[in-house]
């Protein structure tokens, strides 16, 4: 049998493993979840995580003669990348029961600095361009469907905003029509989402019914 023959056998029993879960939870769902998990992460800890995170970020500037080539090798030293290199040091004593508390140090380093930026990139990319898009005149000469899309984007935005609006009981003929309204927008926006990873994963499985049927026993 040659390599490809191997590999497509492989692939096809792995597939079926998992199938094997449309029946009820057994051993050979569990071998497939359980290599798959074991697969990504040693994939993800060897390629990924060292080859391009921590040898290029770190090592590579810590030692750039062990660990760097070319033109790289012959700068010196970055010895401030110590500091974060000791705090991901310290994120391994989670491993450990009686000295876990000292990866919190890293834990909360991170979440302050990753929070902070993500306010900034959020408002940047996110908030600001969803604002300024919303700012539209609700009638455009000559051009009903564009006035009506305008409309449907006003009310909408406007709609939504009063149900999040969570200071005011929803009643009355202003809070309680408009967030009515508002949690329509919402399921037909979550709907619409919804299809659409549905969509994504008939793809998914279209792929491997035509790997099956295609690769493994040449019927198609």
Known sequence: ????TISVWVGALITLCCFSFLIKDNPFYRFAEHLFVGVSAGYYFSMISFHQVLKPNLLSKLFPTMFASGAAAQTPADWSLIIPGILGIMMMFRLSANYSWVSRFTVSFVM????GLAIVYSTQQYLIPQVAKAIRPLAVAGDYFQSFSNLVLVVGSVACLF???????????VYGNLARVGIWYLMLSFGAAFGAT?????????????????DWLHII
């Open 1 to 4: 049998m040659t390599t490809l």
């Open 112 to 115: 302050g600095v990753s929070t």
């Open 163 to 173: 149900y999040f609006f969570f200071s005011t009981e929803h009643r009355g003929p």
């Open 198 to 214: 549905v969509m994504g994963r008939i793809s998914l499985l279209i792929g491997r019914f035509q790997f099956l049927l295609s």
